[in-house]
């Protein structure tokens, strides 16, 4: 099995929603979540085709810039 990816957030926010769960299928630059940071929405997107393996944010919390917010399993191994 591969080593996650980590996954994380570029600005301070808080969690607008969540795109998806854990075991779904993703494709690089798809939208995991969406942070909403000075009234912007920012989306959070997967940095690699994989499995989303576990998310560390829901929907309310606040999160700062560097964040880890989702592992992802690569599916290049």
């Not at 000075?38 to 690699?48: D, G, Q």
């Not at 393996?53 to 829901?58: D, G, I, K, N, P």
């Amino acid at each position: 099995m591969s080593k996650p990816i980590s996954v994380m957030t570029e600005v301070t926010g808080s969690v607008w929603t969540v795109e998806v769960s854990p075991g779904q299928q993703v494709e690089a630059g798809d939208c995991l979540m969406i942070i909403e940071s000075m009234k912007m929405e920012i989306p959070v997107e997967a940095p690699c085709a994989g499995v989303v393996s576990a998310l560390h944010r829901s929907k309310g919390d606040m999160v700062s810039e560097g964040d880890v917010v989702a592992l992802i399993v690569s599916s290049l191994g």
